[in-house]
């Protein structure tokens, strides 16, 4: 309810303002963004790497609303590929991107075009792109340019929502060899026709898809913070038989940092979702949603600067 309620809210230009232009806003953003440039991201995916996680870079932006913006989110993409090549840290980071940010809601065919040349330029660096989920309006287009990418680019993952009640079903499509599915539990406010509304529903639905994923032959990305389906989801490859490697825990920058090393210790390949860009509002409004103590945490930042 809470949840709703903030995603609600966050959806004001209003709120958008006051949020954007408190002055606390920016330090409780570090706490889960890496920072706003190309080398502010460059250094995090060093220390993170250093520290045995992998990591997949998030250039902030959605709703792209003109060409050129969403030329520009491509562009940053290329970029940073670039560097992360030459900084040779291509073996363990990649790059998620938001198909919404490179064009989708302008048009489908230039979305595309510049997720593919951001797979390009990801294959050139030595390394592999995710196209994250957004709201349930764009999951089919999404879907269908992964699978067109996938044609080029076999490694191309794709990020499904266990709070949709259409997943199952995706799971089974996407459960084939060589594919990358990443889990997530689902980040936006859905109706109740499309979407599991209450928690328990939401975490059976991961369960299921999770023994879905797990029973095939591809490659599952199990993205959760929650204590209780990481150990459900040890248990699942436990009784799968999967080798350690064969698929792999994910996590948000600055969620859980000790279970994240907590999970390296254990052998486990961890890889960290790492944001970074000056267009953080949605992203740490989604943050903020999904845990009541955030909220918490941002009104005593607000406190203590007065
Ligand atoms: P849940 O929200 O139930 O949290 C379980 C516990 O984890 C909490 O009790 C708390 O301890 C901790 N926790 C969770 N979120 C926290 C936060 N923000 N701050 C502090 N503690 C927190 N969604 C989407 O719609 N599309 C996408 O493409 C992606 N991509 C993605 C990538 C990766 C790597 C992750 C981990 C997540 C996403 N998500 C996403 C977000 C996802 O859908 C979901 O909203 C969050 O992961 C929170 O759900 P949990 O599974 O962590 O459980």
Known sequence: MLRRTILAAASSERTRQLVSRAPVSRSVVR???AGESIDDAVKVTRQLVDAGLSVS???LGEDTTDEAQAKAAATAYLTLLDRLGEQQLTASAEVSVKLSAVGLGLDSSMATEHARMICEAAARAGTTVTVDAEDH???DAALSVVADLRRDFPSVGAVLQAYLRRTEADCRDLAQAGSRVRLCKGAYKEPASVAFDNA???DRSYVRCLNV???GPGYPMIATHDPRLIAIAGDRVAFYQRPQGTYEYQMLYGVRPDEQIRL???GEKVRIYTPFGDEWYGYLMRRLAERPANIAFFLRAVVSTK
């Open 200 to 202: 328990p529903d939401v």
């Open 57 to 59: 870079l998030d250039h």
């Open 31 to 33: 706490r889960f963004v």
């Open 137 to 139: 309006t764009t999951t």
């Open 213 to 215: 994923l797990l029973a």
């Open 264 to 266: 390296v210790t254990a």
